[in-house]
Every structure is written in structure tokens, then in C-alpha cells.
DNA sequence: ACTGCAGGTCAGCAAACCAG
DNA sequence: CTGGTTTGCTGACCTGCAGT
């Protein structure tokens, strides 16, 4: 039985400012950094301009959630899977249009929503049969299907808005940035011996989790106290 | 390397709908 | 009433990732 161990983290200086334990699964950890950004802006006043992750935070929900309703920033991947390799068209070929709530096809057609949630998170924007039949581009369209549809997720807004972070240099910076933040949880396995846990239960990776979490900070304090790092030198790394 | 999981898209069917 | 179109629904399938 596996616990994770996720760290809130001030990227500019390396501070573990949140710890919580949480089942080795995916949502499980989306909630945590969910839980973390809640707590640390009730503790401290503290909330992030951007927050940095990896595709498990990708989601639609957790991006609704940064965006909507935290105003963060996200620069996380995000989970895309409209992508079609079989040469026919891909969602990223249709133009959705929020004016109107409609979605512009290749060939120019509309395509419309009944408005009914599937799953309670999918859209679908179905072209009109009438519309297909006739369509020179129907074979790189929909040459198995009468009509062509595009699902989109409700929470579509917040994953453009990723979308549109993604491949910025502020996106690649913050990458740069995570890939420093990763060398912590290399070093809580390897200096810490935190690979595996003597503590029992959920309360007891919490424990050991925070524990570790003062080591570590314990030891960023002392290395900015030795040496301040100069704003540069944070720039160029 | 293999496997299961999670988040997602796609295809196709049958029921509902609707104009003539 | 009828035949075609639209809609709801569901299982198959895809893919990245983490645990073993």
C-alpha cells in the first residue's frame, strides 16, 4: 500500500511551504495540491501566481478549478487526446466560435450543441447530416459516420487558457523550474531514506512527510543564509 | 517489460423527434 | 403514418504514466 508525498513548493527559492500525504493515485494527488493551495492561503496569505505541474494536473476539472475559481495561472500540459492520426480532420481543425457557441468545420458548416452534458463533462457539436452528404471533404472528415461531431469538455475555456501557456518561454521556464523542485523527492528516497515508510497508516506518512519536509528546509535555509542568491543567477539557472 | 488505471475520444445503434 | 434526421447512450478503444 502506497503513499505519495506531495510538497507545495515556492519555485523561486525552493520552500516546501505545504506537505500532504495522499494515496499513490492521481486524483488522489490533484486533491492534495487542491487541499495545499486552500491551506496555504489560509495560513499564510500565500497564492500563487502560476502553479507548475506535470499531466496529472492537466485535467479539466483541476484546470476549471486553477483558473475559474482561483485565478491561477496554469502551466501544466494539458491532457489532450483530440489528436487524429489517421489523416482525417482533428478537433484543433474546427473553429469553435463562443459568440454563437458553435463549432466552424473545414468546410465552413456549423456545428451545434443540444446542450445535454455526457458523463457530466462532455459537449458533443454534431454537423448536420445534410451537410456531410454533400461535402467534398467528407472522406478526411467522417467517411465512417453519416455526420461528423466534436466532443468538448465543459471546462474547454480553462484548458485553452493552458493551451494557450503551454510553449511560451514563462511555460518553458517553469518547466526548468520543476525540474529543479523534482531533485527534492530524489533526495528524500536517496539522503533521507524516505523510500520506504516506518510510520503505519495515513497519519503516519503525514508524519513522516512533514518531518522531511523541515529537513529539507532546514537545509534550504542554511544554503540562503550562506549564500543569497543573487536574482540573476536564479534567471539564467 | 508488463500491467492496470485514469482520463479521454470514437463509432454505431436505437429511440425520439419531426415535417410532409 | 412514414421515413429520414437528430439525440442519447454505451462500450470499444487509445494513450501516458506509475507500480510491480
Redesign the pocket.
Known sequence: F?Y?DNYLIDVKFGVIVDVEASR????AE?GAAKTMIERTEERFGLKPERLVG???Y????MLNWLVEEKGIAPHIPV????K??DGTF??SDFRYDPTGDVYHCPGGKRL?T?G?V??G??L?Y?A???DC?VCPLKPQC?P????R???R?IHEHARDIARSIAGTEGFEFSRHQRKKIEMNFAHLKRILKLGRLRLRGPQGAQDEFVLAAIAQNLRRFASLVARPPPAQALRSA
Open positions: 502506497a505519495s499513490a493515485i492521481r486524483q490533484v506535470d499531466t496529472a492537466g485535467a479539466a476539472p491532457f489532450d487526446k483530440s487524429r492520426d482533428s478537433r451545434g443540444s445535454t455526457h458523463e463533462k462532455t458533443l454534431r448536420s447530416k445534410l452528404d467522417c465512417k459516420e453519416p455526420s461531431k466534436i466532443p469538455d
